[in-house]
């Protein structure tokens, strides 16, 4: 139905250096549910993921929010402020973490005062308190991912957008991340998430599209997915287990 | 050795005494030099943003020329400008030979290519994450702007530092445009090379202390901004 659909895509194309890197006809985002987007190497994910999430602009075809045509030419700031990223490999800006956390209430002319409420309220969630005046370059892995959702969830984005954000994490980092991330999300906000992890799919996910070679190979949602597939052993390839 | 110990003797006299004509080269100088890193770099960091950050034809050939002008003799740019601004050149009219602000425009060609070769440099390598989280957090052209100078910043001071440390030292623009003119357009360096064929030697020698006390300080500020204690936290 259209009025569940958030985002929707028509006939997208990503051509990089004359290679086509996505080529999907019709694809949309579900609104307010967890969204999967899952693949092997080289599958288009996380150029869909910018495409989606505004970053990357430079592709062929149309892109919807809520029905509304998205314009390539322009800046979609209003549009891009309703929206967050967190990535694989975050980048933290010069200065501590709450300089880092407190950045996209900044760039959105918040006054200082609800900034310092929100960044304490947020780094309390995340457990990260105390790293707040600590610089951001001495940040160990999890901590620096902790920065990036703490940043990300600040705004209290309309959509979410996570690009295999346990990739590079340790397993005490992975475990806080899968039995935090569904308490600090909204049940108003849409999630977009790239992901290898089958416990976060088991857990979160609402529906899950699998790409291969920059299309759409299956749409499923949770209900028809078979999670006893999940005992099929880890190096089963993820993509055999939709 | 009696007449070179002296010398040095008296022009650290000079130094310490802080004489008026010494203090009145090294403020020209000063203010020179300074004036003309400030203009070439308003030029040259948004022109190097530009270079680094966007992709257009030229951009191979641009980068081929701007590397060859690092090298740009003080003299050949010293020649062009006085071809433009003696008498009968094309901005002879507002009598800019031989003025502060002759010397100023020789400067300011001399190290747009340094300052603007070394920014994009910089530029260019700040990882291409900075941009897709600026992007991703809802910041707008000018706030990505912002937020890459800031992050580059102590890269672009490095710049402006190793130009301005170019002008200070050189001497072919400043005696072709400036003509060393006694408490106008005499600087350290000309100053340094009419003292000593005069025989002043002792004077000489204090300004090229100067000179070398202030090349120590902008290469030990550059180093400490570049290699040094916030570099290395990276």
């Known amino acids: 139905m259209l009025e569940d659909k958030i985002i929707e895509v028509k006939k997208l194309k990503k051509i990089c250096e004359d290679k086509t890197i996505l080529d999907i006809d019709q694809f949309s985002i579900l609104k307010n549910k967890f969204n999967f987007i899952i693949g092997g190497n080289g599958s288009g994910k996380t150029s869909l993921l910018n495409i989606l999430s505004l970053v990357d602009q430079n592709y062929q075809g149309e892109l919807y929010y809520e029905g509304h045509k998205i314009k390539k030419d322009q800046q979609n700031l209003d549009l891009r402020r309703k929206f967050s990223v967190i990535w694989q490999d975050p980048y933290l800006y010069r200065g501590n973490v709450f300089y880092n956390i407190a950045l996209p209430l900044k760039l959105r002319d918040f006054e200082q005062e609800v900034i310092n409420k929100k960044v304490k309220e947020i780094a309390a969630k995340l457990e990260i308190t105390e790293l707040l005046e600590q610089s951001a370059y001495t940040l160990s892995g999890g901590e620096k991912q902790k920065t990036s959702i703490a940043r990300a969830l600040i705004t209290s984005p309309e959509i979410l957008f996570v690009d295999e954000a346990t990739t590079n994490l340790d397993e005490e980092s992975i475990q806080f991340f899968n039995s935090h991330f569904s308490n600090l999300v909204t049940d108003e906000m849409t999630v977009v998430m790239v992901s290898h992890d089958r416990r976060q799919i088991k857990q979160l996910a609402d529906r899950i599209t699998l790409l291969k070679g920059g299309s759409i190979d299956t749409v499923k949602t949770v209900n028809n997915f078979n999670f006893e597939l999940f005992g099929a052993g880890i190096d089963t390839p993820l993509a055999e287990l939709v | ?234």
């Open chain 2, 1 to 234: 050795m009696d007449y070179y110990t002296g010398a040095i003797l008296r022009a650290l006299q000079l130094i310490f005494t802080l004489d008026s004509e010494l203090i009145q080269v090294v403020t020209t100088s000063l203010k020179i030099s300074i004036s003309s890193t400030f203009i070439a770099s308003i030029i040259s960091i948004p022109l190097a943003i530009l270079i680094a950050r966007n992709k257009f034809k030229t951009k191979k050939f641009i980068n081929i020329i701007l590397n060859t002008m690092l090298s740009l003799p003080t003299v050949v740019v010293g020649i062009f400008v006085y071809s433009l601004i003696s008498r009968r050149g094309v901005l002879g009219e507002f009598d800019l030979l031989f003025t502060p602000l002759g010397i100023i425009i020789g400067q300011v060609i001399l190290i747009i290519p340094l300052i603007t070769a070394l920014v994009r440099n910089v530029i260019f390598s700040m990882d291409e994450k900075l941009y897709k989280t600026a992007t991703s957090m809802g910041a707008s052209r000018s706030q990505k702007f912002k937020l890459l100078i800031l992050e580059a910043r102590y890269g672009i001071i490095g710049a402006v530092i190793a130009g301005f440390g170019r002008v200070l030292g050189e001497i072919g623009v400043s005696m072709m445009l400036g003509g060393n003119i006694k408490g106008v357009t005499r600087t350290i360096t000309t100053a340094m090379s009419l003292e000593t064929n005069k025989g002043r030697f002792a004077f000489a020698l204090s300004l090229g202390i100067i000179l070398l006390s202030l090349s120590f300080l902008i290469n030990f500020v550059t180093y400490f901004l570049q290699e040094g204690k916030n570099y290395a936290r990276r």
